[in-house]
C-alpha cells in the first residue's frame, strides 16, 4: 500500500520542467560506461530526471554548509562542516548501482571538481562468506542479520565527526565475498552510501544509519517489474560474468537454461524478493525522494518528502 501524503507528487513531465541553470548533459560514451547491464537509463533521462535532482542536492548541500556556518559563529567554535551524505536505497536489480554512479560523475560535474564526492557501496559491510556460514545464515546474504552493523555505524560516525582517513571495506561481485583489501576516504565533501540497507532500522542499536543521512532517496517499482528485470540481468550475466571460472556463479553456466531460470527464480523467491517484502520495502517512507520506476525500468514518477 503506499501513502504519498507526507510527499509533494512530480509527474515526469512536470518534473523535467523545473529550471536548471547549468548544462550538465553527459555524453553518450560516459553514459555507457556508468549504465547498468539491462538498465534503459538515457541521456533523455539525465536531462529530465537527472539534472533536476542534481541541482535540488546542490540547494540542499548548500544550505547545510550555510547553517553550519552560521551555527559555528554563534557558538564560536571552528570545525569544518562533516561530509554531506547521501543514502541510496532500494531492492537489487532495481538500478540503484547505476543511479549513484550517475550522481557521482554529475555531482563532480556540477561543482566543477571543487567538491570531493566518493561513492561508497554497503556491500563491503556484509560479513565475509566464512562467517556467514558459521552463523548458519548464508541463505540470508543481503538480510539484516548479513550486515556488520557495527562496522558500518563506525564508518558513519568517523566520517561525520571529521576523521580524516576514513577505511572502507571492499566486496567482490565475480568472487561473492567481501576482500582483504580496503580503500580510504580522505576528507570528502560529498559522500554517496548506495546499498539495500542503508535506510534500515535495528532497536537493539543505539545509532540507526538514517541518523548521518542528510538526504535519502530510494528508488522503487513494482515486485513484478523488479523480479523481471532481475532475472535479465542473471541471464545477461550468465552469458558475461559467469563465464569467467574464478566467478562464484560460473557453475550456472554449465547447466541447462531451464535448470538456470529455476535457480533463480528460488534464489528471487527465498532472498531477494522475501528481502524487498519484509525489509527493503519497509523503509521507501523514510527517504526524503523516492524515485519511482515504470514497468519500462524508467523512472515514471518523483516524490518529494514536505
Given at each position: 500500500?503506499?501513502?504519498?501524503r ?48 542534481i ?12 547553517i ?31 543511479t ?8 563532480d ?51 561525520k ?64 517489474s ?43 523467491d ?37
Amino acid at each position: 500500500m503506499n501513502d504519498y501524503r507526507h510527499y509533494y507528487h512530480f509527474p515526469r513531465s512536470d518534473w523535467q520542467e523545473l529550471e536548471v541553470s547549468k548544462d550538465q548533459i553527459l555524453t553518450s560514451e560516459e553514459l555507457e560506461q556508468i549504465r547498468g547491464l539491462n538498465d534503459r537509463i538515457s541521456l533523455q533521462d539525465i536531462s529530465e530526471i537527472y539534472l533536476p535532482l542534481i541541482k535540488l542536492i546542490a540547494i540542499q548541500y548548500h544550505e547545510a554548509i550555510f547553517i553550519h556556518g552560521e551555527k559555528m559563529e554563534y557558538l564560536k567554535k571552528k570545525e569544518e562542516r562533516p561530509p554531506f551524505i547521501i543514502a541510496l536505497a532500494g531492492s537489487v536489480a532495481v538500478g540503484k548501482s547505476t543511479t549513484a554512479r550517475v550522481l557521482k560523475l554529475m555531482l563532480d560535474r556540477w561543482f566543477s571538481k571543487t567538491r570531493e564526492v566518493e561513492l561508497v557501496t554497503t556491500d563491503g559491510f556484509l560479513y565475509p562468506n566464512k562467517e556467514l556460514e558459521q552463523r548458519g545464515i548464508m541463505n540470508k546474504k543481503g538480510f539484516p542479520e548479513s550486515y556488520d552493523k557495527n562496522r558500518f555505524i563506525d564508518f558513519l560516525v568517523d566520517l561525520k565527526t571529521n576523521k580524516k582517513n576514513v577505511d572502507v571495506p571492499l566486496y567482490s561481485h565475480l568472487t561473492y565475498d567481501v576482500l582483504k583489501e580496503t580503500r580510504t576516504l580522505r576528507n570528502p565533501d560529498i559522500v554517496i552510501v548506495e546499498g539495500i540497507n542503508v535506510l534500515q532500522m535495528d532497536a537493539s542499536s543505539a545509532f540507526f544509519p538514517r541518523d548521518f543521512f542528510d538526504f535519502a532517496i530510494y528508488m522503487d517499482a513494482a515486485e513484478d517489474s523488479i523480479k523481471r528485470w532481475y532475472l535479465e540481468r542473471f541471464f545477461m550475466l550468465r552469458e558475461t560474468a559467469f563465464q569467467d571460472t574464478s566467478s562464484y556463479f560460473h557453475q550456472y553456466t554449465k547447466i541447462s537454461e531451464q535448470e538456470a531460470e529455476r535457480y533463480a527464480l528460488e534464489i528471487w523467491d527465498t532472498i531477494n524478493g522475501l528481502n524487498l517484502k519484509e525489509n527493503i520495502e519497509t523503509t521507501k517512507y523514510r527517504a526524503d525522494l523516492i524515485l519511482h520506476k515504470g514497468d519500462n525500468h524508467l523512472i515514471s514518477d518523483i516524490y518529494l518528502r514536505k
